[in-house]
């Protein structure tokens, strides 16, 4: 997993002559020592020049939106007490007062007895700030999505499902791995779709709760 994510050749600049943050970047987290490692992208979309500050679990806490910094503090304490990845939607004021709203998806990071010792992953930020580059980057990968639209809404749909996001973020979130690992966006999708079945079954009470919703469908719908 790469520790930084590029950015667009050409980049955005708005109407007041700023331009939109890193759509990605990197970070790991060590349980042992509880350090925060953060790529620059991390950094800028805090509001900080790299290296700026030193990140820890407090001033990443300090930035976190009121009505979700429990939430994060439960997902972090709860990552250093069961090694679970440190994955998590959320949103953040950086240090110009700007809110984000934030996917995060990592993965754990082993130790050589194979135990975990760390979480590492991506900071995606799905603000509507970062439409206009967003749309740059989809207009560039237009063609091939055209080419397997099938596919890709179906990769789409997973992860909507899987993240409670929108389609239009679902889609962000593929075209960013897909430049993110230099992989054709349908190749990209053909894969997540094909690994599926290898994702837990849902547990019965929600198999239960949506076999409810398919049946009675049609006792809601507009007349």
């Known amino acids: ?26 970070f790991r987290f060590w349980f042992g020592t509880q350090r925060w490692d953060w790529s620059p992208e991390v950094y800028r979309m805090h509001g900080y020049i790299p290296g700026e500050v030193e990140p820890t679990t407090e001033l990443m806490l300090s930035h976190k939106h009121p009505d979700d910094r429990e939430q994060v503090a439960a997902t972090i304490a709860r990552s250093i007490t069961s090694g679970e ?13 700007n809110e984000h709203n934030v996917m995060v998806v990592a993965d754990r990071i082993y130790g050589d007895d194979g135990a975990p010792v760390g979480t590492t992953g991506f900071y995606i930020d799905l603000s509507d700030t970062l439409a206009a580059a967003e749309q740059s980057a989809l207009d560039h990968q237009l063609p091939q999505v055209l080419e397997a639209r099938a596919v890709i809404e179906q990769a789409k749909g997973v992860l909507m499902r899987m ?22 966006l349908r190749d990209l999708a053909q894969q997540l779709v094909f690994e ?17 919703i398919l049946l009675t469908l049609h006792e809601r719908m507009p007349k």
């Open 1 to 26: 997993m790469s520790s930084t994510v590029g950015q667009p050749e050409d980049p955005v600049v708005f109407a007041d002559g700023s331009r939109p943050g890193p759509v990605a970047g990197s």
């Open 85 to 97: 990845p440190f994955s998590s939607r959320h949103r953040f004021i950086d240090t110009r007062g």
């Open 196 to 212: 599926l079945p290898t994702v837990p079954a849902p547990r019965p009470e929600t198999m239960a709760a949506f076999d409810h």
């Open 163 to 184: 993240y409670r996001i929108s389609a239009d973020q679902a889609f962000k979130v593929l075209v960013w791995r897909s430049q993110e690992a230099n992989v054709k």
